[in-house]
């Protein structure tokens, strides 16, 4: 028997090839295609290939693997196609056919000859390339050579290999034999399996890395590819391009079985075989897990030398992220499975924060039924419930302490954004005052729309987390805690109550936690922030800031100071006020702190001093001297954490 061969010619647009292209440059590059010529040695459209080709649908030969409907793919791409070709007729006579083949009219009437020739064989010209393919489509012959080995690749592997192909135009020349042993980094290795009783082949191969760049399993039922699946992150480990001995390469592995050909679709696009097992079907047979699983397990052991390192670094990658950006996980990452964590050692901080965050929950949702378990448990009195209670509260610390993590970790990223914020952009430009204002907290709030995760007045002050009303870029008339008709709009405004009179303004400052809502004393706090770098202060009642804070405060106590609760406080017109101004100390801004006598912080990066006649403590704080303050506050859980210190 002569071995089997097919040939791919490659036609060529001549015309084209004498076009301008843009700039009215000629075209150097390989001109557009215009359709191929395929050719082969085979049987030829001998009478019953004939019939088959003419049935829609056709089954002729599907225990090939065929799936009948090859020949209407063509007219999606090509307007015409035609066929020439030799066979022997039922008498062993060497007959000639030819045909053509359209969209609008099928398969024109054949011609039928004698033929003279001693071969048989086909010749299918492929013709009128659309102009939406021809435009998609590689130009160059070496993209085409390797998407035909991709396509066809397991004919290639599988046992009496392919035929031989080669593929060409006028100036050039391919064998797939050749690119194939280009394509493979070794030789395929074969194992067999045995899963439920049914047994099951598979071929693992390396491939050279190339246009392909994820591991895959192949499907396959009747000597084809029904249909591939991706293997990425479901071996730990395997993501990727791997590594041996002698290179980089892809992993790839095609599965068969009489067990898939016996329940491939008729379409031969997937199988009639159930995902799980779950009392529906026999559960005698195979699923797809369970192949699947089976199936994983043979490629993880094949892999294994190289998956090591993958993992090592994979881990590597977890325990860095943790140590420097996340360190909430760190409490929990002993009771996630490790192989869990071999994550792909090139994924990105987001995506590896969205994994971390997933085990996280699923670590929780156990913990509340391991907790539902300990609860209900039948015998509280025996040595194994007091180690299942030990150990589920074990857990419950770690996840306690993976919320703190969380909660430090925060304000990190907090402190962080807002260094990002003051610094200046490529043109110079800074960021302006709704963008620092958002970071410390959000505009036109007021606390009863906020919650203290939103919140981070700490930059500030600690002790502005407690206040019994804030509002935060709202009108004064609009606020609760005065009858003030003011539309001027404070940056933020907060009240606090005070309980003990010993714990009063000049003891701690502004901001003290209350609950009760008839309180002897209180104090208002006043904050206004200024664009980074702002040089623009004038002794005009919009331009100079420290003007603005007092205004405020004195706009707030004509209008009679109340609690959130509208219960009136006693000599209102007397509460003391804490204005800061958060401003980079320029020319202008300090020539308006000296003028108002305030004296400069020991760190030159601040002001701060007290108005008699507004009853007053005023600080200027620079964002240098905001950002340094906020550190030093949280230095110890950032080093407890192992957080690096801007």
């Not at 040939?7 to 590059?29: P, W, Y």
């Not at 020739?117 to 998609?136: A, N, Y």
Request: aromatic share 8%.
């Amino acid at each position: 028997m002569a071995t089997a061969h097919i040939e791919i010619k490659v036609i060529r647009d001549q015309q084209a090839a004498f076009q301008f292209g843009e700039n009215d440059q000629l075209s150097t590059g390989p001109e557009p295609i215009a359709g191929f010529i395929v050719s082969d040695n085979g049987e030829g459209f001998h009478d019953e290939n004939m019939r088959s080709f003419e049935t829609l649908d056709s089954e002729y030969k599907s225990a090939q693997g065929c799936r009948g409907v090859g020949r209407l793919l063509w007219l999606i791409a090509f307007d015409k196609v035609e066929v020439f070709s030799h066979y022997l007729d039922s008498q062993a006579t060497m007959k000639r056919r030819e045909f053509t083949f359209t969209k609008d009219n099928g398969v024109s009437p054949r011609q039928d000859k004698d033929a003279t020739v001693g071969e048989t064989g086909s010749e299918v010209q492929l013709l009128s390339f659309k102009e939406v393919w021809r435009q998609r489509a590689p130009k160059h012959l070496s993209p085409i050579a390797r998407g035909i080995l991709e396509h066809c690749l397991w004919y290639f592997v599988r046992p009496g290999g392919a035929p031989h192909i080669s593929i060409f135009d006028e100036t050039e020349h391919i064998d797939l034999d050749t690119v194939f042993d280009e394509y493979m980094l070794a030789g395929s290795t074969r194992q067999q399996l045995t899963v439920k009783d049914r047994p099951f082949d598979l071929v693992h191969v390396r491939l050279r890395v190339s246009g392909r760049t994820s591991p895959q399993l192949n499907w396959c039922a009747g000597n084809r590819v029904v249909f591939p699946e991706k293997l990425a992150g479901k071996v730990p480990g395997l993501y990727g391009k791997l590594k041996d001995d002698e290179a980089d390469f892809i992993y790839a592995c095609y599965i068969t079985s009489p067990f898939l050909d016996d329940n491939v679709r008729s379409e031969r696009t997937a199988f009639d075989i159930p995902e799980a097992n779950e009392g529906t079907f026999d559960e005698a047979e195979p699923s797809m897990s369970d192949i699947r699983e089976a199936t994983l397990k043979a490629a993880e052991q094949y892999l294994l030398s190289s998956l090591t390192g993958v993992r090592e670094a994979g881990r590597a990658r977890v325990e860095r992220f943790v140590n420097t950006k996340s360190p909430r996980y760190r409490p929990i990452l002993r009771h996630i499975d490790q192989a869990k964590l071999s994550v792909d050692p090139a994924i990105s901080d987001e995506a590896l924060e969205l994994v971390l965050h997933r085990h996280f929950t699923e670590f929780e949702t156990e913990l509340l039924a391991e907790g539902q378990r300990v609860l209900e448990a039948e015998s509280t009195e025996n040595q194994e419930y007091e180690e299942r209670l030990q150990e589920y509260l074990a857990k419950v610390e770690d996840a306690k302490k993976s919320d703190l993590a969380a909660y430090v970790s925060r304000r990190r990223v907090n402190l962080d954004l807002l260094a990002k914020a003051i610094e200046s952009d490529r043109r110079g430009s800074y960021s302006l005052e709704n963008v620092i204002h958002n970071l410390i907290i959000p505009m036109r709030k007021t606390s009863d729309d906020l919650s203290e995760s939103v919140s981070n007045l700490w930059i500030i002050d600690e002790r502005l987390a407690f206040h019994n009303y804030l509002a935060s870029d709202k009108t004064i008339k609009s606020t609760l805690i005065t009858d003030s008709v003011s539309t001027l709009e404070p940056d933020i405004l907060a009240l606090k109550l005070h309980d003990d009179p010993d714990d009063g303004p000049g003891k701690d400052g502004p901001i003290l936690v209350s609950d009760t809502q008839r309180p002897p004393l209180a104090s208002l706090v006043v904050v206004e922030i200024k664009r980074p770098m702002r040089n623009d202060v004038r002794p005009v009642p919009d331009k100079d800031p420290l003007h603005q804070v007092l205004r405020y405060l004195e706009q707030v106590r004509c209008g009679g100071v109340k609690t959130a609760a509208g219960r009136p406080i006693p000599e209102s017109d007397d509460i003391p006020g804490f204005c800061y101004v958060i401003a980079d100390l320029t020319p202008t801004m300090i020539e308006s702190c000296k003028q108002r006598n305030l004296k400069l912080t020991d760190d030159h990066l601040g002001y701060f001093g007290y108005n008699e006649n507004y009853r007053a403590y005023i600080e200027v704080i620079s964002f240098d001297r905001l950002l340094n303050m906020a550190h030093q506050r949280n230095r110890a859980f950032f080093d407890c954490l192992g957080l690096p210190v801007g």
